[in-house]
């Protein structure tokens, strides 16, 4: 079966380069130099700089060649999935579609699941995620992700084809709950880096982790989520990671607010849109979130980070 990864960031790149152990890959990108440079140079310099692409992966900038593919992957930032598709649901109709973004899309208040059934309701959507970094996925360095798909049955055939020597695939039905745990620890992570940047130390840092964790577990199990599912690594694991590394972007920016410096703003960072998607929806759901709505605040520029600390550290006490 023929794979095609729509969008070459990172990791769209890096997922192309793991997947060509199973055979052909066509990697689709919006810019057509950059399509015809990583061709030429079999590397993409821009976003991936080292990492030779094999020769059963093809670039392109003409979505119907990637699209043509059997199983689809989608990789790109979660705020830009939903024009994605209005765009080009004429050439994903009746396909296999995994989404590996991670995020809460501010327009509608949807996951990426969601967002594909809505725009392709013929297609079979899932749901790529985990703790990853592009760099460890495209050097071959043992990663275990999680697919979530509604079908058990697709959900079976899809791990099969995305599964490698050293990218072991766990699946799940519970589509709710891999996306949230996805999501939510992005906003966690910015938290935990702004912990770190401001000099709270690593002892914060683990706190904050927990009760991260627990807002994470409450939110998810008021929008329909198994509480399984956040205990696995769509939800801890992927927590971990991206709370204690300099890998994640979301850990970077925040510890480039706690510090007061700045951040590229070309950068993607998805716990932006995550955190005030979250503060909105768990208003209208009654679920209490005082990390997501200080890292709202904080992004929006309403509150200084003492102010944050000194809210959080003020809150009545109670028993965990």
């Known amino acids: 079966m023929s794979i095609g990864v729509l969008g070459a960031g990172a990791f769209g ?14 990697l689709w990108a919006r810019d057509a130099r950059h399509a015809a440079d990583m061709n030429d140079s079999r590397c993409n ?4 700089p080292g990492v030779e692409l094999p020769e059963n992966v093809s670039v392109t900038a003409e979505i119907g060649k990637a699209a ?3 199983l689809l992957l989608l990789a790109m930032p979660m705020q830009q999935m939903a024009g994605f598709l209005a765009e080009h649901r004429s050439q994903l109709s009746r396909h296999q579609i995994v989404a590996c973004s991670k995020g809460i899309d501010l327009g509608t208040g949807l ?3 969601a967002l594909i059934a809505a725009a392709c309701p013929e297609s079979t959507p899932a749901l790529l995620t985990g703790p990853s970094f592009a760099a460890d996925i495209a050097r071959g360095l043992p990663t275990a992700l999680t697919l979530a798909c509604g079908s058990d049955s697709a959900g079976e055939a899809m791990q099969s084809q995305l599964s490698t020597p050293v990218l072991r695939i766990y699946r799940t039905t519970d589509t709710v709950g891999a996306e949230l745990g996805g999501a939510l620890k992005n906003v966690v992570a910015i938290a935990a880096g702004v912990v770190i940047g401001a000099g709270l130390g690593d002892s914060a840092r683990a706190a904050l982790m927990t009760r991260g964790f627990a807002e ?3 939110f998810a199990a008021a929008r329909g989520a198994q509480p399984d599912t956040l ?5 801890l694991g992927d927590l971990v990671l991206t709370c204690t590394s300099a890998q994640s972007r979301n850990f970077r920016f925040g510890q480039a607010l706690g510090a007061g410096t700045g951040f ?4 993607t960072v998805e716990g932006v849109a995550t955190s005030k998607a979250v503060t909105t929806l768990a208003k209208t759901l009654g679920v209490d979130m005082p990390i997501a709505s ?7 520029h309403r509150i200084t980070v003492a102010e944050a600390t000194r809210a959080l550290l003020s809150r009545p006490l109670k028993q965990e």
């Open 264 to 267: 590229d703003a070309n950068t």
């Open 111 to 113: 996951g990426p699941t």
């Open 13 to 26: 790149t890096a997922l192309a380069v793991a997947l060509a152990r199973n055979g052909a890959v066509t």
């Open 294 to 300: 200080m890292v709202t605040a904080l992004v929006d």
């Open 68 to 70: 043509s593919a059997d």
């Open 45 to 48: 310099t821009r976003r991936l």
């Open 231 to 235: 205990s696995g690594l769509s939800g």
């Open 216 to 218: 994470m577990t409450r």
